[in-house]
């Protein structure tokens, strides 16, 4: 925050160095940092003000269910990559046929392998 020439540090209320000064500050906003009951969130504003868009979806993703469904449905997501990884090495020629591939080296041969079929047909 930048000041301008008529104004001073002592002029902003966040340079405040005396503490109670400061917590009356806060409780004459409407804002205490008492413990949260059951379900409240620590340092609550109790001003009418409505919460915007983005607090209310950081608040919503704090919650223990929607983290458990994030982690279900990415588990699911990298399960159909793995699978479709699989697939795809199937397809593959590789000597020894079983050779454990890592991911990058299934799609570098993949594009060699593809490269090799053009080739062929042009020929």
């Not at 925050?1 to 400061?22: K, R």
């Not at 917590?23 to 009418?48: F, H, I, Q, V, W």
Request: proline share 6%.
């Amino acid at each position: 925050m930048m000041l301008s020439p008529d104004q001073t540090d002592a002029d902003l209320s966040w340079t405040q160095s005396d503490p109670e000064s400061m917590l009356n500050g806060l409780k004459s906003t409407g804002c205490t940092s008492d413990e949260p009951t059951e379900g409240e969130e620590r340092a609550r504003c109790k001003s009418d003000q409505p919460l915007s868009r983005e607090e209310k979806r950081r608040r919503r993703r704090a919650t223990a269910k929607y983290r458990s469904a994030h982690a279900t449905r990415e588990r699911i997501r990298v399960e159909a990559f793995n699978v479709a990884f699989a697939e795809l090495r199937k397809l593959l020629p590789t000597l020894p046929p079983d050779k454990k591939l890592s991911k990058i080296e299934i799609l570098r041969l993949a594009i060699c392998y593809i490269s090799y079929l053009n080739h062929v047909l042009d020929v």
